[in-house]
């Protein structure tokens, strides 16, 4: 999954970027609001998480600007100010969420879960297709109760596929939202992870979950006999 | 006890009605009496007069022996009643009595003979009866001799109506005390309603609806003035406490920012084991984060002990040129790196101020010129004298700042936007030297073109003579006028503020001033 910062106090963008990194996440920043803008409106993110007191343009304009293009990419407002009154202008201009700082960083990890889940319909933390449980919070993957081991890799594009469970995947759409831009991919390394993914989940079952889709890409999904 | 207006003024009415009520009662009797008496005697003067004539008349027909027997015995009506209370005597010159009343004679009575003359005398005695009697005296003169007539009248009657008189005043005195009284505790009760609903009103007012005025309009025209000048002190009180609470609410959102950085550097780091250098690189950061938050906490500290006026600032004899040599050392080699040159300009300039609060504004002043300028620009320093003030430009050739906000760039916390690629400070900095500045009632102007440079002029009168708490300080405020005064600049009250900005008062006369006063 990917997530754009936008935050104009570099430090603090920084280690958020380096912890969010480090919980699987693919990371983009921004240091102002138009930078932040553009990056919401061009980059495939699946969450933004942004600071209210911005540099340029502030962070609720970016926001209503936003969600004026119909982007509905959920969006966690970050703020130094806990007054009400921000809190629902925040959530009024369209947020999904809203932390104040300081704040824990266990807490964000959370609500960035709990928005990713709620884009794609499921309510837990868990998300189960067929026997295969995917727990985002662990990151423990078990199939039918039994244990699956998987790279960091592995289960980023695990989690991708079971966030957008039932819907067909391109290649390109997969490599942007679970490997940075930075790092030029080729799109055929997808492949080699489904593969190396089908062995671990789909080989010792009956039922196969991850699906080819020839022209298409990919989807997981329960088929129905 | 005497606390309270209504019954003062309850007490003073009821003592000055009764002393003038009591007065007048009393005037009022002794004219009564006088009148009483008066009847008496002139009924009296008059029936001596009677008698008189009669005996004058038969006397010129030599029957006087005759009827003064005859006046003994021929009389009428109460004079013939036994001690009915009016009596008349004749008496010679040796003590006899010649003639007398029926009245007396037939209780063989007389009455005392007092010392006569001509002329009418009155005296009030005891009668035969017992009675109070007034008697008259008075001498004729007879062929047989002066003659004294002593004619008697009772008094019961007249005594009865002083009597009913001042029955009827102790009657009416208590019922006329309390109705009046009554009457004077409802108008008082009425006239200081006014106040009662005003003080009311104030005392509803704290320090969560300070917004809330008293109502000048439906106030009476006594109480306008009060109103009035109670609203003007709720304004101020109002903006002084909407100050402080804006700056410890920029305050705190200003800590929220390192605070966080802290905190997830914590979160993160502590969220998985690290090689030894990711965890001095953490530290490292944090320690950083730190620094910057206890720069952030002193400057709040300084501008907070400013506000209230707690910092002592020292006067001694500064020169101006002098403090900038030892602000310019400081700053030499941040200027170098980015090869920024520094020019000074000007004389010595000498003024009377607290040293470390004049090298503060120029280390202010003068890194913000670095801070703010482009690489291989100039900063100019210009000393010299204005209007009698000190003046001190400092000039550079940065980044300028756009006239919307010139007029912020003393608010506190305010930066202007990071974008344009300066490292930005606490935002605390100009604000500091606006405060040092105009606690040695200096001003302090600016002049910016963006892409250009800024200007930014210190003024100082070259006695500086401290504001407010500095200067009061010194001593706890002792007359009246001084706390007054202190409470005014510890409000910041602006007119009091402009006075002393225009020059105000060579510190010596308003020492003078406030001792006078």
Not at chain 2, 133 to 145: K, P, Y
Not at chain 2, 342 to 351: A, D, L, R, S
Not at chain 2, 375 to 401: F, L, N, P, Q, Y
Request: contains cysteine; charged residues 30%; glycine residues 8%.
């Amino acid at each position: 999954m990917r997530i754009l910062i936008v935050e104009d106090e570099k430090d603090l963008a920084g280690i958020v970027k380096q912890g969010l990194e480090e919980a699987g996440y693919v990371v983009d920043m921004a240091h102002d609001g138009e930078e932040g803008q553009y990056m919401a409106e061009n980059f495939p993110v699946d969450a933004i998480v942004l600071d209210i007191m911005l540099p340029v343009v502030d962070g609720l304009t970016v926001l209503s600007n936003i969600r004026k293009k119909g982007i509905d990419t959920p969006v966690i407002l970050l703020t130094a100010r806990d007054a009400l009154l921000d809190k629902v202008k925040g959530l009024d201009t369209g947020a999904d969420d809203y932390l104040t700082k300081p704040f824990e960083f266990g807490e964000l990890l959370a609500r960035l879960r709990s928005l990713l889940r709620r884009k794609g319909q499921a309510k837990e933390a868990v998300i189960r297709i067929a026997d295969l449980e995917i727990n985002t919070a662990s990151h423990e993957v078990t199939r039918a109760g039994k244990n699956i081991q998987l790279s960091a890799r592995e289960y980023k594009l695990l989690e991708y596929l079971a966030y957008n469970a039932d819907s067909v995947l391109s290649r390109t759409e997969i490599v942007e939202h679970i490997y940075h831009e930075d790092r030029d991919m080729d799109s055929n390394v997808v492949d080699v992870y489904i593969n190396y993914l089908r062995n671990k989940v789909d080989k010792d079952f009956d039922k196969k979950l991850i699906h080819t889709v020839r022209g298409a890409g990919y989807v997981l999904r329960e088929e129905n006999p | 006890m005497f606390k309270s207006i209504k019954l003062k003024i309850i007490i003073w009415f009821l003592a000055i009605f009764s002393i003038v009520f009591a007065g007048l009662e009393l005037f009022l009797y002794y004219e009564l009496e006088d009148v009483a008496i008066g009847f008496v005697d002139d009924h009296m003067r008059s029936e001596v007069d009677f008698l008189a004539s009669i005996l004058k008349v038969e006397e010129e027909h030599g029957q006087l022996e005759y009827e003064l027997v005859e006046i003994s015995q021929a009389a009428t009506g109460e004079y013939a009643e036994k001690l009915s209370g009016h009596y008349y005597q004749i008496v010679s010159s040796e003590g006899e009595v010649l003639a007398r009343s029926p009245s007396l004679a037939l209780a063989d009575a007389e009455l005392p003979i007092l010392p006569s003359t001509k002329e009418a005398s009155f005296q009030t005695i005891v009668g035969p009866n017992k009675e109070p009697l007034r008697v008259m005296t008075r001498t004729t003169d007879f062929s047989i001799g002066p003659l004294v007539f002593i004619a008697g009248d009772s008094l019961k009657e007249p005594y009865k109506l002083l009597g009913s008189f001042r029955r009827i005043v102790l009657f009416v005195y208590p019922v006329v005390f309390f109705v009046c009284g009554m009457g004077i505790f409802i108008i008082t009760g009425w006239a200081l309603a006014p106040l009662k609903k005003f003080s009311t009103e104030i005392s509803h007012i704290t320090e969560e609806n300070l917004d809330e005025r008293v109502g000048e309009e439906e106030t009476a025209v006594e109480l306008k003035p009060m109103a009035s000048s109670f609203n003007t002190m709720l304004s101020r009180l109002e903006a002084s406490f909407e100050r402080r609470k804006q700056f410890l609410s920029d305050a705190s959102h200003e800590l929220r920012t390192p605070t966080s950085i802290i905190k997830s550097y914590c979160d993160v780091t502590l969220g998985r084991d690290r090689t030894p250098e990711e965890y001095r690189t953490a530290i490292r950061k944090i320690g950083d984060t730190v620094n910057r938050m206890v720069e952030l906490i002193n400057r709040i500290l300084v501008i907070s002990r400013l506000d209230a006026k707690a910092i002592e600032l020292k006067p001694v004899r500064i020169d101006l040129k002098e403090v900038i040599k030892d602000v310019l050392r400081l700053m030499e080699s941040s200027a170098e790196k980015r090869e920024i040159k520094i020019h000074t300009e000007g004389g010595e300039v000498n003024i009377r101020g607290d040293r470390e609060g004049i090298t503060e504004v120029f280390t202010n002043l003068v890194g913000n010129a670095i801070k703010y300028n482009r690489d291989g620009g100039t900063v100019w320093i210009r000393t010299g004298r204005e209007d009698k003030m000190a003046s001190v430009e400092v000039e550079d050739t940065g980044i300028g700042i756009p006239g919307e906000e010139l007029d912020k760039i003393f608010q506190r916390f305010y930066r202007v936007d990071s974008s344009r690629g300066v490292t930005v400070g606490t935002g605390l900095g100009l604000s500091i030297v606006r405060s040092i500045v105009e606690a040695h009632g200096g001003k302090i102007e600016v002049k910016s073109e963006p892409g250009k440079g800024s200007s930014f002029k210190v003024l100082l009168p070259p006695g500086s003579c401290f504001l407010g708490g500095t200067f009061l300080k010194k001593g706890s405020p002792q007359t009246p006028f001084q706390r007054l005064l202190a409470v005014y600049l510890e409000e910041g009250d602006p007119l009091l503020r402009e006075f002393h900005l225009s020059g105000g008062l060579p510190p010596q006369d308003s020492q003078k001033f406030l001792r006078g006063v």
